[in-house]
C-alpha cells in the first residue's frame, strides 16, 4: 500500500496536480487513452505504406531546380546534358539509352536526362540555363504536320522566334538526332530547323562541357559547334538502327572530350546494354488496387493535360454509315460536365482507350501468368536506392495484370529491336533465343525489316511465335511492351453550339494485315463497342485531355474560307460550321464558305448529309462540294473538285481567304497540295518556282493550315 501511495505521490509531482479526485483520474485515463491511439494510428500508416495508393496516373518527371544544376555536375567530371521532346516515348528511351552508355563509358561524365518542357519554369530562363551548357545533344521528334511534340512546345517557340541575339551559346558543343517519318512531307523538319539554328555563327567554343537534348526535329542556336553531323531517325524503316549509327559517330568525339590523354588510345571495354526491369511487389488480393480507387475517385481540380486525364463518361455513340456500308465510322460525344475541361473549336481530344478483351487474355496466356495477380512496379530497389535512369516512368499501382494489360501496354505494334533482345534474353529454348538476337543484332536488319516491320508484326504475335520467352513482368512492362499512348482526335463539335459534350468523329480500324490476322485498332474498336449513358447507367467511361491547335477560324468571320475534308477529316470542319451557326444566329455577318467533302458512295458513308445539308441552308456554308470516289466509272476525289474549281478558289484566296486541309497526310494531303501548286501556277500564269513561293506565303502567314495524321 504504502508503494502504491509513493508512486501516486511520484506521478502527482511529476505532473503537479493531484490524482485523488474523480476528475483528475478522468483527465490522466483520457490523456493516455489519446496517446495510445496516437501511437497505433502511427504504427498503421507505416505499416501500410507500401500498401497506399494515391495516384492515378503515371507521374511526370519533377524538373530539376535550377539551384540543382551545378551541384550535379561534381568536381572533375564534365557536365553531360541530355534533352528530349517526345510524343510517344521513343526520344525519351533513346536519351535515357544514351546516357546509360555515356555512363558506363566515361567516368569523367556527369549526366542528366531533361525534359524540354521542364528545362525552364517560364520562357525568360531558357537563355539563362543554356548559357551555362557547353556540350549539348538534341534528341528531337516531328510530330502531325511539322510541329514539334508537346512537351517540345514552348522550348520550341521560345528557340525559333526571330529576334536578334548574341553569340550567347559560343560555349555549347552540341549533337541532334531527330525523329520522324519519311512517308509525311516535313521529315524531321523539327530537327533540322534546331540544328541550324545551333548552328548559326558556327565557330570553335574554349569551352568544352556536355550537354544533350532529344525532341522530334532540331533547331540550331547560334555560335554552337556542332560535334556531330545531324542524325535523321526514319520510323517507317527501323529507327533503332539509325539511332545506333548516329550513335557510333559520337564516340570517337566524345573521347576526345571525355577521356584523359593517356586513356584516349586505350581500347574500350564493348558496351552491353542493361535490360530494364522494375522491380514488382505483389500484393494480397485484399489489398485496394489503384483501379477500385480510380473508379471511385471524383475529378480533381488540377491542370488537366497528357499526365494527368480526366475520367469522363460518354454521352451518346451512333453509327454514321448505313447498313449498306461493309465500314464503320463513330460518332461519339463525351459529357464533361462538372470538369475542368474546356476547349476551343478546331482543338484536339486525347483518348487513352483499353485494348479489348481478347488481347488481353493472349497477352496472359503468352506471360503465363494469372490476369488477377495484384502487383505493383517500382523504379527504386528494396533499400530504397535507383534501379538506373533508363526504366520509363511507373503506372499506378497496386492493379491487376489485366488492368496493366488493359490500360498500359501497346500490344498491338510490331516489337522494336531492344523489346527482341529483352525477350531472347527469357527464352528457355536456346534456337528461339538465337533467332531473337539475330533479328534484333545490325546483321539481321534486313529480316527485321521484312519479317516484323513489313509484315506488320504485332508484340502479341511475335511472342506467339516464341513462345519460350517468358520474361518477368518486370521487364516485360520496362522493356518490351511500350507504354500503351493516348489517340488523338479533332474535336468535331464547337463549344459555343453545343454545351458540355465534345464530338469525335471516328472510323473503325479493322481489317487484315500482311499476315493475315485481324487488326483491330484500340480505340476505334473501343468506341465501337462503347456505350452510353442515355443507353444504360452503366455507361462506358474514358481518361482524357484536350491539346490545343492553331487550326483556327479567322478572326474576322467575314474572311472567306475554304475547307477540304474527305472522310472524317470532316471532323475540325463540323466544328467550324457549328461555330459559325452559333455567330449566325447572333447577328453576326458571315463571309464565304466551301467545303469540298469526299466518300465513296451517298447511300454508304455520306457522313453528317442531313447536317451538311441544313448548313447551307442556313446560309452558314456557301457551297457544299462532294466527290464521291465510288459512283462513276471513274474514281472522284476532292483534288479533281479543287481543279474543276480551280478560279473560285483562287479568287477566294486573293481576297485574303484561308484554305484548311484535314485528312491522310500520306495520300490525300500531298495530292490537295500539289493541286493547289497547280491552281496557282494556272491562275498566277508563273512558273513552278514561284508558285512554290506563293504557296509558302500562304503557309507563313497562317492562310494554309493543316491538320494532317
Not at 320 to 341: K, Q, V, W, Y
Not at 406 to 416: C, G, Q, S, V
Not at 531 to 554: D, G, Q
Request: hydrophobic content about 40%; charged content about 25%; aromatic content about 10%.
Amino acid at each position: 500500500m504504502a508503494s502504491n501511495l509513493d508512486v501516486i505521490n511520484t506521478v502527482e509531482s511529476f505532473l503537479g496536480v493531484s490524482l485523488r479526485s474523480e476528475s483528475a483520474v478522468m483527465i490522466l485515463t483520457t490523456t493516455v487513452a489519446v496517446i495510445l491511439g496516437l501511437l497505433i494510428f502511427v504504427w498503421r500508416r507505416t505499416s501500410d505504406r507500401g500498401r497506399d495508393v494515391s495516384q492515378l496516373v503515371a507521374p511526370k518527371a519533377i524538373a530539376i531546380p535550377a539551384e540543382d544544376d551545378e551541384a550535379e555536375a561534381a568536381v572533375g567530371k564534365t557536365k553531360v546534358t541530355i534533352f528530349f521532346g517526345t510524343q510517344t516515348g521513343t526520344a525519351e528511351g533513346f536519351a535515357k539509352a544514351l546516357a546509360e552508355e555515356i555512363k558506363a563509358r566515361y567516368d569523367k561524365a556527369a549526366i542528366r536526362v531533361v525534359d524540354l518542357d521542364d528545362y525552364a519554369v517560364d520562357d525568360d530562363q531558357y537563355e539563362e540555363k543554356l548559357k551555362k551548357e557547353t556540350l549539348a545533344f538534341f534528341m528531337v521528334a516531328t510530330y502531325g504536320d511539322g510541329e514539334p511534340t508537346d512537351n517540345a512546345a514552348r522550348f520550341y517557340k521560345w528557340f525559333t522566334e526571330g529576334k536578334e541575339r548574341e553569340a550567347w551559346l559560343q560555349h555549347l558543343t552540341y549533337g541532334v538526332f531527330g525523329l520522324g517519318n519519311r512517308q509525311y512531307e516535313h521529315f524531321n523538319k523539327i530537327a533540322k530547323v534546331v540544328d541550324e539554328l545551333l548552328s548559326e555563327q558556327e565557330f570553335q567554343p574554349p569551352g568544352c562541357s556536355t550537354m544533350i537534348l532529344t525532341f522530334g526535329n532540331e533547331p540550331e542556336v547560334l555560335g554552337a559547334k556542332r560535334l556531330v553531323s545531324i542524325g535523321l531517325g526514319d520510323d517507317d524503316q527501323c529507327i533503332e538502327d539509325d539511332f545506333s549509327a548516329w550513335r557510333e559517330l559520337l564516340w570517337p568525339e566524345l573521347d576526345l572530350l571525355l577521356r584523359d590523354e593517356d586513356d584516349i588510345i586505350a581500347v574500350s571495354t564493348p558496351y552491353t546494354a542493361v535490360i530494364p526491369e522494375y522491380r514488382v511487389v505483389i500484393h494480397d488480393p485484399y489489398v485496394t488496387s489503384s483501379e477500385d480507387k480510380f473508379l471511385n475517385m471524383e475529378n480533381r481540380n488540377t491542370s488537366i493535360d497528357i499526365h494527368h486525364p480526366c475520367r469522363v463518361k460518354v454521352a451518346v455513340q451512333r453509327e454514321l454509315h448505313t447498313l449498306e456500308s461493309d465500314r464503320s465510322c463513330i460518332h461519339l460525344e463525351f459529357d464533361p460536365s462538372g470538369t475542368d475541361i474546356i476547349y476551343e473549336t478546331g482543338d484536339h481530344v486525347g483518348v487513352y482507350a483499353e485494348n479489348c478483351d481478347e488481347y488481353v487474355e493472349e497477352a496472359g496466356r503468352l506471360l503465363g501468368q494469372p490476369l488477377d495477380l495484384l502487383f505493383s512496379i517500382h523504379t527504386d530497389k528494396d533499400d530504397g536506392t535507383p534501379l538506373g535512369s533508363s526504366l520509363p516512368p511507373v503506372f499506378p499501382g497496386p492493379c491487376t495484370l489485366r488492368t496493366a494489360l488493359a490500360r498500359y501496354a501497346d500490344l498491338l505494334n510490331p516489337p522494336r529491336k531492344a523489346a527482341l533482345s529483352a525477350l531472347a534474353a527469357h527464352a528457355s529454348e536456346p534456337g528461339e533465343a538465337e533467332r531473337l538476337k539475330f533479328l534484333a543484332s545490325t546483321q539481321g536488319k534486313d529480316e527485321y525489316s521484312q519479317w516484323v516491320v513489313g509484315c506488320q508484326r504485332s508484340l502479341l504475335e511475335v511472342m506467339a511465335e516464341f513462345p519460350s520467352a517468358k520474361p518477368p513482368i518486370g521487364v516485360f512492362f520496362a522493356a518490351v511492351a511500350p507504354r500503351l499512348q493516348p489517340r488523338y482526335y479533332s474535336i468535331s463539335s464547337s463549344p459555343r453550339y453545343v454545351f458540355h459534350r465534345v464530338h469525335v468523329t471516328c472510323a473503325l480500324v479493322y481489317g487484315p494485315s500482311p499476315t493475315g490476322r485481324i487488326h483491330k485498332g484500340v480505340c476505334s474498336t473501343w468506341m465501337k463497342n462503347a456505350v452510353p449513358f442515355e443507353k444504360s447507367h452503366n455507361s462506358s467511361w474514358a481518361p482524357i485531355f484536350i491539346r490545343p491547335s492553331n487550326f483556327k477560324l479567322p478572326v474576322d468571320p467575314w474572311t472567306p474560307i475554304i475547307m477540304v475534308g474527305p472522310g472524317t477529316g470532316l471532323a475540325p470542319f463540323r466544328g467550324f460550321l457549328q461555330e459559325r451557326l452559333a455567330l449566325k444566329e447572333d447577328g453576326v455577318q458571315l463571309g464565304p464558305a466551301l467545303l469540298l467533302f469526299g466518300c465513296r458512295n451517298r447511300r454508304m458513308d455520306f457522313i453528317y448529309e442531313d447536317e451538311l445539308n441544313n448548313f447551307v441552308e442556313q446560309g452558314v456554308l456557301s457551297e457544299l462540294i462532294v466527290a464521291f470516289s465510288r459512283e462513276g466509272p471513274q474514281k472522284e476525289y476532292v483534288q479533281h473538285k479543287m481543279i474543276d474549281r480551280a478560279s473560285n478558289i483562287w479568287n477566294l484566296l486573293s481576297q485574303g481567304g484561308y484554305l484548311y486541309v484535314c485528312g491522310d497526310a500520306k495520300g490525300m494531303a500531298k495530292d490537295v497540295h500539289r493541286t493547289l501548286h497547280a491552281i496557282v501556277q494556272e491562275q498566277e500564269n508563273v512558273e513552278a518556282p514561284q508558285a512554290e513561293a506563293i504557296v509558302k506565303k500562304l503557309q507563313s502567314e497562317g492562310r494554309y493550315l493543316r491538320d494532317v495524321w
